[in-house]
Nanobody, 117 residues
Framework: VQLQASGGGLVQAGGSLRLSCAAS???????MGWFRQAPGKEREFVAA????????YYADSVKGRFTISRDSAKNTVYLQMNSLKPEDTVVYYC????????????WGQGTLVTVSS
């Protein structure tokens, strides 16, 4: 499984961004997750989705603001981020694993999201 994340950038506080994670290989049995990591801090779970059922899972810090979704035809998972805050400024990673909260075995490269105040 190979994952390619994209969509990061600079946005003002209160704005929106959509991250994409294009997957190649067999992903139908996996959970697809988004994580984020600030410099010097541990990687933090953001959201996950079951590729087969579409069930979704969110960290409390993003619930109601972020939405994870998938497009099976494009083999792509999205993270729609609304009402962005300066503290959302970190590198975001997508990953594939066997349970929604881990472990995750395959990781894409990070994409940087910067939210200006």
């Amino acid at each position: 499984v190979q994952l390619q994340a994209s969509g990061g950038g600079l946005v003002q506080a209160g704005g929106s961004l959509r991250l994409s994670c294009a997957a190649s290989g067999r992903t139908s049995n996996y959970y697809m997750g988004w994580f984020r990591q600030a410099p010097g801090k541990e990687r933090e779970f953001v959201a996950a989705i079951s590729w087969s059922s579409g069930s979704t899972y969110y960290a409390d810090s993003v619930k109601g603001r972020f939405t994870i979704s998938r497009d099976s035809a494009k083999n792509t998972v999205y993270l729609q981020m609304n009402s962005l805050k300066p503290e959302d400024t970190v590198v975001y990673y997508c990953a594939a694993g066997t349970y929604p909260y881990g472990p995750y075995y395959y990781w894409g490269q990070g994409t940087l999201v910067t939210v200006s105040s």
